[in-house]
């Protein structure tokens, strides 16, 4: 029985450590879910090769981070396979195998009701947010929140092709303030980074922009191709972007008066 409850404390222990993990990650700027993500991973050792992975190695902060993740999740992987080996050898002693499978169980969907507790994600949060700026030099920012980054807002990631309407095209030919899409930096495909770049910065394949817009409007051009058709969808856009650009301005109009 020892065995089955220090089994469930290491998981225990291991959801609040990459809950944790993951709340430190989002205030170096990673979204919630790629943060998620990258401490699950981590922690498990799975290490998936993403764009976001990229983004952890070449931040000092964020690849503090996750190197203690893996030590932890190695150390507690081993502890977890071990108490669940010890809890159901010698059957005949102590409590039976039901019994402790029916323990087992139901503290693991305990600890899972808990974990995906909102209430305990925004404890943690404000933990976390009161222990990173007493002990750390870690900017704490939680960009999600600063950027609106819900509703229809979003920063995207958006890696340009030879075939992309953006291809070859200085910013300020595209025009993509009318759609209502803000390019925040660029990365070259030589690994040069342009943080705001200028109007006469032009777009090349390879190139991964920043982008913050409409989560819609950015998506179109990710799809959008050169051509008659594309210069059409960025019209539409741009008409799309003026009737939201009324809707905003009404709304703020009322709430001063």
């Given at each position: 029985m020892i065995s089955i409850l220090s089994?469930?404390?290491?998981i225990t222990l291991s959801i609040l450590i990459t809950r944790m993990a993951t709340v430190a990650l989002t205030y170096t700027g990673l979204s919630r879910e790629?943060?998620?993500f990258q401490a699950r991973s981590a922690f498990t050792?799975?290490?998936?090769?993403?764009t976001e992975s990229e983004q952890v190695v070449s931040h000092p902060v964020r690849r503090?981070?996750?190197?203690?993740?893996?030590?932890?999740?190695?150390?507690?992987?081993?502890?977890?396979?071990?108490?669940?080996?010890?809890?159901?050898i010698d059957a005949g002693k102590g409590t039976s195998y039901t019994l402790k499978i029916f323990i087992l169980f139901?503290?693991?969907?305990?600890?899972?009701?808990?974990?995906?507790?909102?209430?305990?994600?925004?404890?943690?949060?404000?933990?976390?947010?009161?222990?990173?700026n007493r002990y750390t030099d870690i900017e704490i920012r939680d960009f999600a929140n600063l950027l609106r980054l819900t509703g229809d807002y979003s920063v995207k990631e958006l890696l340009?092709?030879?075939?992309?309407?953006?291809?070859?095209?200085?910013?300020?030919?595209?025009?993509?303030?009318?759609?209502?899409v803000s390019v925040l930096g660029l990365?070259?495909?030589?690994?040069?980074?342009?943080?705001?770049?200028?109007?006469?910065?032009?777009?090349?394949?390879?190139?991964?922009?920043?982008?913050?817009?409409?989560?819609?409007?950015?998506?179109?051009?990710?799809?959008?191709?050169?051509?008659?058709?594309g210069d059409i969808e960025h019209d539409k856009a741009a008409q799309e972007q003026k009737t939201v650009?009324?809707?905003?301005?009404?709304?703020?109009?009322?709430k001063k008066s």
């Open positions: 089994l469930l404390l290491i790629a943060a998620r050792g799975v290490g998936f090769t993403t503090r981070i996750l190197l203690v993740l893996m030590l932890l999740g190695n150390a507690g992987i081993v502890s977890a396979i071990t108490s669940l080996l010890l809890g159901f139901g503290g693991v969907f305990l600890l899972w009701a808990i974990a995906s507790s909102p209430w305990v994600d925004q404890y943690l949060s404000r933990v976390m947010s009161w222990a990173l340009v092709k030879k075939e992309d309407w953006l291809a070859n095209r200085a910013l300020q030919e595209l025009r993509l303030r009318d759609e209502g990365t070259r495909k030589n690994g040069v980074y342009i943080g705001v770049p200028r109007g006469s910065t032009e777009i090349l394949p390879g190139d991964t922009l920043i982008l913050y817009g409409r989560t819609s409007c950015v998506a179109n051009l990710d799809k959008r191709r050169k051509g008659s058709e650009s009324k809707k905003e301005k009404a709304h703020d109009e009322s």
